[in-house]
């Protein structure tokens, strides 16, 4: 990195005066290293979740590289840099087909390159993040695969720790929840020889996912703790966001609410002032989420609003938020506007579509039919989605969307009294009692448990005769 003010010349080393046209020492033209040097601030903008300033740094960049011969481009990976930096301005942003572009032409400058390992690596894992986007899964695990291969070649232990978490996140999305768990771990490994505490920080956060899903909770808490106690050695923005977000879901699930608001608030507090749009989305989804449990209706459709309408950012990434809308119009019985996002999920959500947002379409449909009474509807679309989980072994999630099916058959047994559902009701609660005893959740099972003792003290509901 170069000092503030001052250029240092690629081929000699010296400090030059940040207006020289050739090295006071060597007497070579510094278009080079002026190129270098605006690459560098560029990438400290984006370090620094400054997007728009880090594409005017960019820009002086482009008109400094103008001067340049391919070779001399070439020979300091300016041109890879250059489109690796950009994809990174417009992956933030929530550009991701522009990212996809700059990222594919930082690939073809990369070739054959000595020295670029590193910047390979990360590039392969930034088409790994976009595969992701786009719903390519398996294309995304080839990538980080890669990635991380590259990185561990040349001892580049913070890129090989990003691949192999993401890797994880991968597999953890597609049901192979053990395997994930291998990953966070190496991936753990990596991060401690890295000695970054930004990489470290990015493992505890993963492997606190992990147990958020699996249990048991007390692990997922402490590591998010630890991760979180990292937050002040880190200047990546973006990823103190995702730490912080990621933190405030975990109290969320846990149904400590307080905890939860003060982490999300401060989350979008960063998503906001950087401009960082898949986190803004990600984000608000999970604040909307809180003001649902909290009964706030104002707030619940306010920030399920905002996180649709992100623009750039593409509408799959959004599925949570059209989720959230669907659940909002169905309590404000607005069945216009129920179908209106009904319908953009569907759009957006296909069977190729990551696990989650697969998900969320399911249980909007499941929960779109129940309110309108159609019960067999709705229990074929929640089977789908358990089902979809069991596959997964993904616990919480499973006794989390199981709560909202036992709501639905204590619904249609209201209805439609029939001891059956009344009883698929209770062995629905006691299987999810069972799971929240299991994940060592006290508040969530405290509640399922005063379901239960509520329906064993009113009488039944008797078969029509
Ligand atoms: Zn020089």
């Not at 999305?173 to 395997?179: A, C, H, I, K, N």
């Not at 991760?227 to 969320?252: F, H, K, N």
């Not at 072994?393 to 058959?409: G, T, V």
């Amino acid at each position: 990195m170069n000092k503030q003010g001052s250029l240092i010349c690629l081929n000699c080393e010296a400090d030059n005066q940040l207006n020289a046209h050739t090295c006071c020492q060597c007497g070579q033209s510094l278009a080079a290293s002026r190129t270098y040097y605006y690459l560098d601030l560029t990438d400290a903008d984006i370090i620094n979740g400054r997007y728009d300033h880090a594409r005017s740094n960019m820009t002086r960049a482009d008109v400094e590289m103008l001067a340049l011969s391919s070779e001399q481009r070439k020979r300091y990976l300016l041109t890879a840099r250059a489109f690796w930096l950009q994809s990174q301005i417009y992956y933030y942003k929530g550009y991701i087909d522009e990212a996809h572009a700059e990222l594919l032409l930082a690939l073809q400058n990369l070739e054959d390159q000595a020295g670029g390992e590193r910047l390979l690596a990360n590039v392969l894992n930034s088409l790994g993040n976009v595969e992701f986007y786009h719903a390519n899964p398996e294309a995304a695990a080839i990538y980080y695969q890669h990635s991380s291969e590259v990185a561990l070649q040349v001892g580049e232990h913070s890129a090989a720790a990003k691949a192999m978490g993401n890797l994880g996140l991968i597999l953890s999305d597609t049901g192979r929840m053990d395997e994930a768990l291998t990953w966070y771990r190496r991936s753990l490994e990596q991060a401690e020889q890295s000695g970054e505490s930004l990489r470290l920080a990015e493992a505890y956060r993963l492997i606190a996912g992990f147990y958020a899903h699996e249990g048991p909770y007390n692990l997922a808490i402490d590591y998010t703790n630890k991760s979180l106690a990292l937050r002040g050695q880190i200047a990546d923005q973006a990823s103190a966001c995702r730490i912080t977000s990621e933190a405030g879901e975990v109290y969320l699930n846990y149904r400590d609410l307080e905890q939860a608001e003060t982490c999300l608030k401060e989350a979008q507090e960063i998503a906001h002032r950087t401009g960082y749009k898949l986190m803004q989305v990600t984000n608000l989804t999970v604040l909307a989420e809180l003001m649902r449990l909290k009964g706030s209706s104002e707030a619940w459709f306010d920030y399920a609003n905002r996180a649709f309408n992100q623009v750039g950012s593409v509408l799959s990434a959004r599925s949570g938020a059209a989720l959230q809308l669907v659940m909002y119009y169905i309590s404000e019985q607005n069945w216009i506007y129920v179908r209106k996002y009904m319908q953009m999920l569907e759009e957006a959500v296909s069977d190729s579509s990551a696990y989650t947002e697969r998900i969320n379409l399911h249980r909007a449909q499941a929960l779109l039919h129940s309110a309108m009474e159609q019960w067999d509807e709705a229990e074929r679309r929640f089977t789908t989605a358990i089902d979809l989980i069991r596959s997964s072994h993904d616990s919480y999630r499973l006794a989390d969307l199981q709560e909202d099916y036992a709501a639905m058959l204590l619904q249609h047994a209201a209805a439609e009294p029939d001891p059956t559902i009344y009883d698929r009701a209770r062995a629905t609660l006691e299987e999810i009692a069972i799971t929240f005893r299991n994940l060592e959740m006290p508040l969530r099972l405290a509640s399922v448990e005063a379901r239960l003792a509520q329906m064993a003290a009113s009488p039944q509901p008797q078969a029509m005769t």
